[in-house]
């Protein structure tokens, strides 16, 4: 109530005493009981360490209204008073987040036109027959007083003894939208793109870090400021969602925030910023609180995933405007759930360890499991000199993994895209690696060849290059998976701020004993297998792998904005590296046929050799 009277004491009373002389007496009466009203009001308040000071300028401001002061002064007087207050009772005055002005014109139009006008200029057809007379809110002396702030507020209480009513039926959304739709009347377009083409500029955002900034601020204040900082208030007070999310630490409000700016660049016409904006809504935002809501929802988690790889490509593929703000919707609405379900399934210690036990095993056990293949049938065809290849290529990995998280957290801040990047080439990589190897355990041209070795009849030594695929296969299996987990691991972390972090150091380190163990497991028990049995699991085990690594690929590389998306109406099953994209299945499916096509080769070949 205080900042409404102090709204409307800023804004009136220039209207009423004009050069220390009183031109409406009764509305200077009111005048003069709001300031009272006020300085009464903030006597009362609860301690804080500036609150006399606040206690003295109200009754300053009471004082000068008293003494019919001068106007400017009054003004001001009023609002520093206001903002004071704010700070120093930390009043949330802005909206949550910037309101979507997409259906405000339609809103105003169907609602508020008949009394304000289709132009904003106070002459809609029922007009005439009002008194007072509704707002012109082109008129600059009233409007450069107004912020946003007091608009909401107006719209929100209606104003006494008029026919401006209260609209507290309309959601706050749909009043905020408003409230930035009519103050838009006031500028011109073209002080408003000078303003956008400003804000591109890199000191600008400072001058209105967060959308309180822009809420709390008038036209007038602004525009003494300089030509700039107006242009650029004209501009954003069109644009809000281009004011960075205050709470912009939290990856789901970093993810809504950049849907949120994608959406208002395509509806600038800025297809490419729309695009850009869409991709770090998943890699700096999304992709970071994964993890965290892996264990709360999974199912979510997917559709979310999905949806944005839809949002994208329809970026990509230039949809209407209506189709792209429909999506961004309904995935704004997504990541708002995903949130609130986040902040319910706070972290606790046990979930720490939970949480960084499975994703360090779960993605382990695969590399693992190629390792132990590889190193099985090294041991079972007698070429013990692979070993060491193959452990000097995980342990360079493992190392090389641990680098890349401690660096992406303290020194250099990997962006999302290249983390994307280098994780989808990774990927593609030791898919064709795998299928080689696959190819060399069950090959036709080895097949002979290793059985005969095994049976002690030919020591041929392996050759440079193969000990050289080793390392690399046994490399790729652990780099890929290490790479992986770090925007996971760096979730967690992040989550787990304010709980028992040793929770995931534990999880971690008791993951790494249970991976260790089971690597013992079946590279023993696997040397008691026939070693057709053997080759032929290790061969299907790393073809299948390949399929599963190349679809993982395409992924990221389409995250990262490197492969075009063609999206398809299934759900995935991003486990076992199923996209639902025409990219992704088209290259795992030409991969199943040379597979199966290598295979059968291979049998029909081997036939009359073996028998
Ligand atoms: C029945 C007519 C009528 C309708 C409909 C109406 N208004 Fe008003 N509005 C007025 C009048 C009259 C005033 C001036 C009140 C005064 O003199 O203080 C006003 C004042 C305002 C103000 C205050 C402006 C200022 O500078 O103080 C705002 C903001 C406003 N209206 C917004 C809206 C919006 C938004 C809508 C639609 C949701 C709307 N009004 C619908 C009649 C109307």
Redesign the pocket.
Known sequence: MVLRLLDSIS?EYPQFVKSGKVVNADEYAEQIEFSAQVADAVRNFPPRPEKDALVASAANLATLIVDKGDSAKVSQGARNLQRGLIKAFRIQIAPVRAPDLGNAAA??QS??A???GAAGDGN?P??AA?E????N?RDHA??FE?SLY??YN??TFG?EG????A?AS?RAEE?WA??F??SQFVSTEDERNQGGQLWERPGMRTLFPGLSDLVGATPAETLRVGTSAYQVFAYLRAHPAMIPSQDSTAPLSIATAKIRESLERYRQGNREAALQAAISAYLEGYALAEAGLDRVDHSLRNRIEQDMMAYRSLLRNTAAVDVVEHRALALTKSIEEAATLSSRGELSAAGAFTAAFIIIAREGLQAILVLAAVAAFLIKSGRRQGLKHLHAGWVVALLLGVATWIASSTLVEISGAQREFTEGLTALLFAVVLLCAGYRLHGRSHASRWHSSIRGQASDSLSQATLCGIALVSFLAVFGEAFETVPFMQGLWMLSDRVWRGGLVAGVASAGAALAIIAWLVCRYSARLPWWLLFSLSSLYLAVLAVIFAGKGVAALQAAGQLPTDPLPISGMPALGIYPSVQGLALQSLLVVVIVASFLYGRVDDRPRSS
């Open positions: 804004v809103l105003y609602i508020c008949a009394c304000h809609g029922q007009a009002l007072p007379r509704p707002t809110f009233r409007q107004r007091g608009l107006t719209i104003v008029t026919s401006m009513q609209f309309l009043r408003l409230a739709f009519v």
